[in-house]
């Protein structure tokens, strides 16, 4: 069964294995694609080996990053999604550096993203 979450002008839908996140009429799927570079990452970050809670967790953190300083969508996740916004490879980097930094602090001080999102979602 599938939950969506309303964080900023972003709809993410998450299922068993799956996250979606809507942006307008585009989406961005955040399907693990099982490549050893996602399972390094997982392990980095304290996922052990669930890539699948890994993946859930960045897009719903690239929507809830963007609901906190209130924009309308995550930037990256707009332009990944097809919105017609210049690149901005700085802003990206930024970003996808504080994803990644979030979910390791989370997971390090116990908490669950998805929860926390809950918590926002409108």
Partial sequence: MAETL???GQRVEVGEGWTVVRIGHLAVN???QGTEGQAE??????YGDDV?????DHEVLH???ASWARLPASPTLARVAGHIVPKDEDLERAEEAAVLALQRWLLMV???VLEL???YSE
Avoid: I, Y
């Fill in 110 to 112: 116990g908490r669950d």
């Fill in 63 to 65: 929507a809830l990053l």
């Fill in 117 to 119: 999102a809950r918590g």
């Fill in 41 to 46: 990452t997982a392990r980095a970050l304290g």
């Fill in 52 to 56: 699948t809670r890994m993946n859930r």
């Fill in 30 to 32: 955040g399907a693990p």
């Fill in 6 to 8: 309303k964080l900023a």
